[in-house]
């Protein structure tokens, strides 16, 4: 069974920068394509970047040209660079399978102060 790890978030000031990282029990060569997702309080959870087991990236508008999705296999670990900060970006940030969900993790709490 597949579980999933978020970690790297915090408190940041706004134009800053955080790291995220998600730590897979399991091989994620073989998963199609992970994804980063973020929920804000009272809305819905959304993609907000996706890369394949080939490495291709895309973005939701939230994220675009600031956040860089990557992934590592040999640590079946997924990464997502966050720069430039706002305070719309404060969410709990979760990753997750984008064709398949596995179960989700606890997710990590980005917080972005003006």
């Known amino acids: 069974q597949v579980q999933l790890v978020e970690s790297g978030g915090g408190l940041v000031q706004a134009g800053g920068s955080l790291r995220l990282s998600c730590a897979v029990s399991?091989?994620?060569?073989?998963?199609?394509?992970m994804g980063w997702y973020r929920q804000i309080p009272g809305k819905q959870r959304e993609l907000v970047a996706r890369i394949t087991s080939g490495g291709s990236t895309n973005y939701g508008d939230s994220g675009k040209g600031r956040f860089t999705i990557s992934r590592d296999n040999a640590k079946n670990t997924v990464y997502l660079q966050m720069n430039s900060l706002k305070p719309e970006d404060t969410a709990v940030y979760y990753c997750?399978?984008?064709?398949?969900?596995?179960?989700w993790g606890q997710g990590t709490q980005v917080t972005v102060s003006s």
């Open positions: 997750n399978g984008v064709y398949s969900h596995f179960s």
């Open positions: 399991g091989s994620i060569s073989s998963i199609n394509a």
